[in-house]
């Protein structure tokens, strides 16, 4: 199952240049850009491990292309995404994120039904990954 | 290549695309801004038409890679490597070659880090703010220091030599430093030589352009020379550089900033009553006789009033 979360997700992967140009977008609206890599996708995993940190003063997106390039080097088989912060008062978050790296496998979601009282159902979504340890869960 | 030529139906006016690049303004600018400097002016000139041909070139299919743009320019100190440097980033901005154009000016304490591991991150942070534009290594020479097998100079130019070569398209690394420096240099890390097309060597500037620059220099900032003062400062100009540690323009910029201080100071102590814009703004012989160089220089025990020279 593809893993469809933030930005463009629903169109076909991103090529390096497509990176640049997104980031370069972003970096042009004065947001700071930076790179994030995780093997638990659940969509409320909200805090995806930082590569590196958030690139404050880099006015070119060819130095995230590089940084998503050398993630990928390292957490190939993870999810990648490039957020972009910005900082300017009264919105002081994410703007933008959009997955560029995902893993050659994407198990999916698990569904859960929890039968509860009467004829309630708790649901609740599992990755099939997450199984195995942390480190572990993509070949 | 002329057979290929003729199968191209399409024709460039190099004229034109000269026009639109906004080249000519940039080579403009460094034929009024910079005084002297002719090789490093034909030379520019010379890059930026490879350039614009190139690009030609590659509108037509004609060349599909992206040329080696790395430079190092060599030169005494005060030669006005920076400022042509500068100069260049605008230049490979309009011709497209460098999407941002700005200029980072780095050494060897940017790039080197202070312990094991400190290095790589280091370099990678500056080649990242640098990237779209020019990186500029200043005294590069110093990365590199055989004396100490375990300095992290050379971990910082095997980044450097890796990033040149594959973010070709990215970045421009320009090396400056002494000459003959950066000739040892060169000898030891091959590398680098290979990967650097162009060579700009930076000639000293003779004694009339250096009068003409430090006129220059005042008058972007709106002072002048009285005539008693030219003559004192060609003067001063020929006893400077036979003293040590001459560093061209820029020893010329210091002299005029201690002028500037002794012309504020006698207008301290003489003046009476009100000055006019003419009396704020001349320098006279007297503000630059006073200055050590014609005492021998700095031979002459340091002095502590505001003499120095």
Redesign the interface.
């Known amino acids: 199952m593809r893993l469809t979360q933030g930005t463009f997700s629903f169109l076909p992967d991103f090529t390096d240049e497509d990176i640049r140009l997104q980031a370069q977008y972003a970096i042009d609206q004065g947001w700071a850009v930076s790179v994030e890599y995780t093997d638990d996708p659940h969509p409320k995993n909200s805090y995806w491990e930082m590569w590196g940190h958030p690139m404050f003063d880099n006015p070119d997106a060819a130095a995230v292309v590089f940084e998503v390039n050398e993630c990928r080097k390292e957490h190939g088989g993870k999810y990648i995404r490039v957020i972009a912060f910005d900082s300017t008062p009264g919105w002081e978050s994410i703007r933008m994120s959009f997955i560029a790296n995902r893993p050659a496998e994407e198990p999916g979601f698990k569904l859960i039904r929890q039968e509860c009282e009467g004829r309630t159902v708790r649901y609740t979504i599992q990755s099939y990954a997450s199984d195995r340890p942390e480190g572990h869960r993509y070949a | 290549m002329s057979a290929k030529d003729t199968t191209v139906s399409s024709t460039v006016d190099l004229a034109e695309v000269f026009k639109e690049s906004g080249v000519q303004d940039v080579l403009r600018e460094l034929d009024e801004e910079l005084i002297g400097l002719a090789p490093v002016k034909d030379r520019i000139r010379e890059t930026a038409a490879l350039l614009l041909v190139d690009q030609a070139r590659r509108d037509m299919g004609l060349a599909t890679e992206t040329p080696t743009l790395h430079m190092s320019f060599t030169g005494n100190p005060g030669t006005g490597k920076t400022t042509v440097a500068l100069k260049m980033a605008d230049l490979l901005h309009r011709l497209g070659y460098v ?2 154009g ?1 200029l980072v000016t780095v050494t060897r304490d940017d790039l080197v880090g202070q312990y094991i591991g400190h290095t790589a991150p280091k370099t990678k942070e500056v ?3 640098a ?3 020019v990186l500029f290594i200043d005294e590069a020479y110093y990365l590199y220091r055989p004396e100490n097998e375990r300095d992290y100079g050379q971990e910082a130019i095997e980044i450097l030599l890796q990033v040149m070569e594959n ?1 070709r ?3 421009v690394v320009i090396l400056a430093g002494y000459g003959d420096r950066m000739d040892r240099f060169f000898q030891s890390n091959p590398g680098f030589r290979s990967r650097i097309a162009h060579h700009i060597e930076f000639p000293d500037y003779s004694d009339d352009e250096l009068v003409q620059i430090s006129e220059k220099m005042l008058d972007d900032q709106n002072y002048v020379l009285s005539k008693g003062a030219k003559a004192a400062l060609k003067e001063y100009i020929d006893l400077r550089r036979k003293q040590p540690h001459f560093a061209n323009a820029r020893s010329i910029r210091n002299a005029l900033d201690r002028a500037r201080l002794r012309q504020a100071n006698r207008l301290f102590k003489t003046a009476k009553g009100p000055l006019n814009a003419e009396q704020l703004s001349t320098i006279g012989e007297e503000d630059i006789r006073p200055s050590r160089v014609f005492r021998g220089g700095l031979d002459v025990d340091r002095r502590p009033e505001g003499d120095r020279a």
Do not use: A, F, T, V
Request: net charge positive; glycine share 16%.
């Open positions: 999407r941002k700005h080649l990242k703010k990237m779209g534009g973010n398209d990215d970045l």
